[in-house]
């Protein structure tokens, strides 16, 4: 099992910044792919960037230029820096792991592990 948990979320103005963790134990692997994902309130979770074990990193196109997922393999944390967020950024964030498939996936039904997930509310 590995466990997930996420922080750094909070209230932030339009055009404000906030840093995301995600912090892996328990039975952690070298080879993964971690993907940040979001769910709005009445929305479906949705695909928000995602990075491998490899460092090849992959963005939804919403949030291309304004946010940069990394990762430290060291720390067995990944990272999402969230910039010129916007109110409709506003959601719950949650990562999670793929440590089968090994794909750059957009489907929550890759990943195998999820955090509890930490709200971001992004003020007008």
């Known amino acids: 099992q590995v466990q997930l948990v996420e922080s750094g979320g909070g209230l932030v103005q339009a055009g404000g910044s906030l840093r995301l963790s995600c912090a892996a134990s328990?039975?952690?692997?070298?080879?993964?792919?971690m993907g940040w994902f979001r769910q709005a309130p009445g929305k479906e979770r949705e695909f928000v960037a995602a990075?491998?074990?490899?460092?090849?990193?992959y963005y939804a196109e919403s949030v291309e230029g304004r946010f940069a997922i990394s990762g430290d393999n060291a720390k067995y944390t990944v990272y999402l820096q969230m910039n010129s967020l916007k109110p409709e950024d506003t959601a719950v964030y949650s990562c999670?792991?793929?440590?089968?498939?090994?794909?750059?996936?957009?489907?929550?039904?890759?990943?195998?592990?999820w955090g509890q997930g930490t709200q971001v509310t992004v003020s007008s």
């Open positions: 990075i491998s074990w490899n460092n090849i990193k």
């Open positions: 999670a792991q793929d440590t089968t498939r090994l794909r750059m996936s957009t489907r929550t039904a890759d990943y195998d592990y």
């Open positions: 328990g039975r952690t692997s070298g080879t993964y792919v």
